[in-house]
């Protein structure tokens, strides 16, 4: 094999390797791009449940006894928005106890997450900032964080009374 054969070969070689790196480059990105697709999707879910789960509970804690005389004076104050004594989840009666929610878990796809959930009142015509008075909207803003996740994943819901 003469000097001529062995640079053409050893080219080949190098162009070879550099095709296979770009390759598995492709692929192993590939992977990435799925597993953080799955781990966003995962991440959603479980924000979906609990935004889910409000809606099946009361607006506010004074509708579970009675019917207030004043609307909406009576509900439960942007200062006092949280668990009530004794309450625990998942044992929540009314959407403000998820206020300061906060919990950790992992699926069972081993998806390692963080939760944190505020509730507070929002008027009518914003729906962006909450407010310190008593209104017929509030908005529950839950977070979810994991190492898995680029980014935190941040979802709200505005739920409303209609008496």
């Known amino acids: 094999m003469g000097k001529a054969e062995l640079l053409i070969l050893l080219g080949a070689i190098v162009i070879w390797g550099i095709f296979s790196l770009s390759v598995n480059n492709a692929r192993f990105n590939s992977e990435i791009s799925a597993m953080q697709s799955q781990f966003e ?16 509970k009361a607006f506010d804690e004074i ?19 949280g668990v009530d ?4 989840y998942p044992n929540f009666d009314d959407i403000d106890d998820f206020h300061n929610f906060t919990m950790s878990d992992t699926t069972s796809d081993g998806f390692v997450y963080t939760l ?13 900032n909450f407010l310190s008075i ?30």
């Not at 509708?63 to 928005?81: C, I």
């Not at 996740?149 to 209609?162: G, K, R, T």
């Open 41 to 56: 999707i995962s991440a959603v879910g479980i924000v979906n449940s609990y935004l889910e789960e409000a809606k099946a």
């Open 116 to 128: 944190s959930i505020t509730v507070g009142y929002v008027g009518a015509s914003d729906f962006d």
């Open 63 to 81: 509708l579970l006894s009675s019917t207030p005389s004043t609307f909406p004076d009576e509900f439960t104050g942007p200062g006092d928005l």
């Open 85 to 88: 004594a004794g309450e625990i």
């Open 134 to 163: 008593r209104t017929f909207y509030k908005r529950m803003n839950v977070t979810i964080s994991s190492p898995d996740l680029l980014n935190n994943l941040n979802l709200s819901h505005i739920y409303s009374y209609i008496g």
